[in-house]
């Protein structure tokens, strides 16, 4: 498949587990959402099939670069626009396949909760291409999800836009093109959704001090040369294993993410690890785009430890039976995936027919709960002990005014050095 491609660009783990995981347990608090957010069981018209593309452009170019430069808020991502829901934008640009009619639109429950959780190939501020790319089902009722890993490279159409790889949809207009563009091709409307960049990831496995991977494939001529067997990984490490590709084997890279999926969320799970959620959650404020608070992923916490018993999550992913290899037309010699939306809905279904499956709980359950209850108090007792006790006649002071160093004669601000707190 030619020579080995090494890009470090893709990576959604430290989504999935320090938002995805919890996320999941949504059927605890009630099953909100912002409001506003219309979610796949809403009562909402379907999409108008484009038959016929066009020649010329139909949106003006200016529109286009105001859109990719617009950041995405929480607000824009739940607002109730009902004229996005009735049709689909015509193409910008003419394409270099013909655009396929929408793909029909998955029964849903109204209980089952779908999620994009997106990892991207850049570090902020910029967007860059969203290579890892993850819906999620969940059911909150029987405490199971299915998650589904997307090729960054399938070609699809994105609406307003042109035929292209999904992994731009993102950079090309936010997270609403990246929305419309899973409705149109996969026939599912994420109600909210979770990005994170390559540091995030690295960081977390950093934090959690390294995982012990299984590798079945070895991977002699990239990260330093990976051998088969157990290999212990730091966070370097395991970015550069979940973001090898061999040529166009996407399908090896997806599974050695899945792969990775599951052992971090084990080991969050175990131990009282998720007591340390608010450390994390401050070290990663302001890196990972996400609409979820604190407070709800605090909520979120007991759900997390059921999703942690055996068999409670199910991996999917679109692989080489659902895509085939096409060159696009031109100079550029690219290759991308062809999608087979038959053979792409016969995965999605499997997925959500997997979680309409009630089964009961192991006594695993309460042993994380034991644990996590036991961090809880040992971090409880370690604050009262290490907090000084206040004198008992307080003297009164005089207030202290901070005066801002732009106020300040004589005294100006010093720029932060960019990068990771």
Not at 8 to 19: D, G, P, Q, T, Y
Not at 150 to 172: E, H, K
Not at 297 to 320: K, N, Q, S
Request: proline share 10%; net charge negative; hydrophobic share 40%.
């Amino acid at each position: 498949m030619g020579e080995p491609l090494l890009k470090h660009r893709n990576f959604l783990l430290a989504v999935l587990i320090l938002s995805g995981m919890i996320v999941f347990g949504l059927a605890l608090q009630g099953c909100q959402i912002e409001d506003g957010a219309p979610t796949t069981g809403d009562n909402i018209d379907w999409v108008t099939v484009i038959e016929t593309p066009p020649t010329i452009f139909e949106t003006n170019i200016d529109q286009i670069q105001d859109q990719t430069e617009r950041e995405p808020t929480a607000q824009e991502f739940d607002q109730d626009d009902q004229s996005f829901w009735l049709s689909f934008p015509l193409p910008a640009i003419q394409p270099a396949t013909p655009i396929p009619p929408p793909f029909e639109r998955l029964e849903i429950d109204d209980h089952i909760l779908v999620w994009a959780l997106l990892g991207t190939d850049t570090e902020p501020p910029f967007s860059g291409k969203t290579q890892a790319i993850h819906l999620v089902f969940i059911n909150p009722r029987f405490s199971k999800a299915s998650l589904i890993s997307i090729p960054g490279d399938l070609y699809v159409y994105i609406p307003g836009f042109t035929m292209q790889r999904l992994s731009t949809a993102y950079a090309l207009g936010g997270i609403e093109t990246l929305r419309m563009t899973l409705a149109y091709n996969f026939g599912v409307l994420p109600s909210r959704f979770v990005l994170a960049h390559p540091g995030d990831f690295q960081w977390l496995v950093d934090d959690i001090n390294g995982i012990e991977v299984t590798v079945f494939q070895p991977i002699p001529h990239a990260c330093g040369g990976i051998h088969a067997g157990v290999i212990p990984m730091d966070g370097t490490l395991a970015l550069c294993y979940a973001s090898f590709r061999d040529g166009m084997d996407e399908i090896s890279r997806m599974q050695r993410q899945q792969q990775l999926l599951q052992l971090i969320f084990h080991n969050l799970t175990r131990n009282g690890n998720l007591a340390k959620l608010p450390t994390l959650f401050a070290s990663y404020q302001g890196w990972i785009k996400t609409d979820f608070s604190l407070p709800e992923l605090m909520g979120f916490i007991p759900l997390a430890l059921r999703l942690a018993d055996p068999d409670r999550i199910g991996y999917f992913l679109i692989g080489w039976d659902q895509l085939s290899l096409w060159e696009v037309p031109g100079y550029s010699q690219a290759m991308v995936f062809l999608p087979d939306q038959e053979a792409i809905k016969y995965v999605l279904e499997a997925a959500l027919s997997t979680i309409m499956i009630p089964s009961p709980l192991t006594n695993q359950v309460q042993t994380l709960e034991a644990q996590l209850t036991a961090a809880q108090q040992a971090t409880a007792t370690f604050l009262q002990q290490s907090t000084p006790m206040p004198p008992n006649t307080p003297t009164p002071t005089e207030p202290f005014e901070l005066t801002p160093p732009w106020e300040t004669p004589g005294i100006s601000a010093t720029p932060t050095t960019p990068g990771y707190p």
